[in-house]
């Protein structure tokens, strides 16, 4: 297993395109989060599965913004019409949840959205 | 809300220095809490965690205790390396185990 994935690592587009990425879990980790940085600050949390089931979303996640996780497996974040204050850093993270009482997360390296 | 607050960086030590970053936290409940690292270019990775009062983490000698009476977390070694050189976060879970982060601390070790 190679860890979380996420695609594309980079991502350039012009104000009110809309934009979609990719992630993939460690396999059979039943948990999937998704998370904000923008320069200079800690990742913040946005919205996070338990398998397919969309459990929690921040305040942080406007209308523009859609997870999905069909099948429990990977997990697609959509932004629509962006803006540039969108601009940052999204990662993925996933965790096995409670099993073997290993609540540990693993980040992927995450896709750089930059909208001019 | 739950949250964390770490000591402001940059900081800069010269290599075999004794280094400790400083972490509190506010939260209701138990946290658990962690540390985790990011080097340049890479992604975030855990260093070490403690989930209840006293609990000790430690990793490549770095080491945490934490403090339920003084709601603190702080990350500790006591000779760093120019390896270490990284953007250090402290972070906590509570509930539905997301994570809370603090801002991060840049640390850069001069040979």
């Known amino acids: 297993d190679t860890g979380v994935s996420q695609d594309p690592r980079h991502k350039i587009t012009k104000r009110g395109q809309n934009v979609t990425f990719r992630c993939d879990p460690i396999?059979?980790?039943?948990?999937l989060y998704w998370y904000r940085q923008t320069l200079g600050q800690g990742p913040e949390f946005l919205t996070y599965?338990?398998?397919?089931?969309?459990?929690?979303k921040s305040r942080l996640l406007s209308d523009r913004f859609s997870a999905e996780r069909p099948k429990g497996s990977f997990s697609t974040l959509e932004i629509q019409r962006t803006e540039q204050g969108d601009s940052a850093m999204y990662l993925c993270?996933?965790?096995?949840?409670?099993?073997?009482?290993?609540?540990?997360?693993?980040f992927g390296q995450g896709t750089r959205l930059t909208v001019v | 809300g739950d949250s964390v607050t770490q000591m402001e960086g940059p900081v800069t030590l010269s290599e075999e220095a004794f280094l400790t970053i400083n972490c509190t936290y506010t939260?209701?409940?138990?946290?658990?809490l962690f540390w985790y690292v990011q080097y340049p270019g890479e992604g975030l990775q855990l260093l070490l965690k403690?989930?209840?009062?006293?609990d000790k983490g430690s990793n490549k000698g770095f080491e945490a205790t934490y403090r339920k009476e003084t709601t603190s977390f702080h990350l500790e070694k006591g000779s760093v390396q120019v390896s270490d050189s990284a953007v250090y976060f402290c972070?906590?879970?509570?509930?539905?185990?997301?994570?809370?982060f603090g801002q991060g601390t840049r640390l850069t070790i001069n040979p």
């Open positions: 993270a996933s965790s096995p949840g409670y099993q073997n009482g290993n609540t540990e997360a693993f």
């Open positions: 396999s059979e980790h039943n948990r």
């Open positions: 599965f338990q398998n397919e089931a969309q459990l929690e």
């Open positions: 939260a209701t409940g138990y946290p658990s």
């Open positions: 403690a989930t209840k009062a006293d």
């Open positions: 972070a906590l879970t509570s509930g539905a185990q997301k994570l809370v």
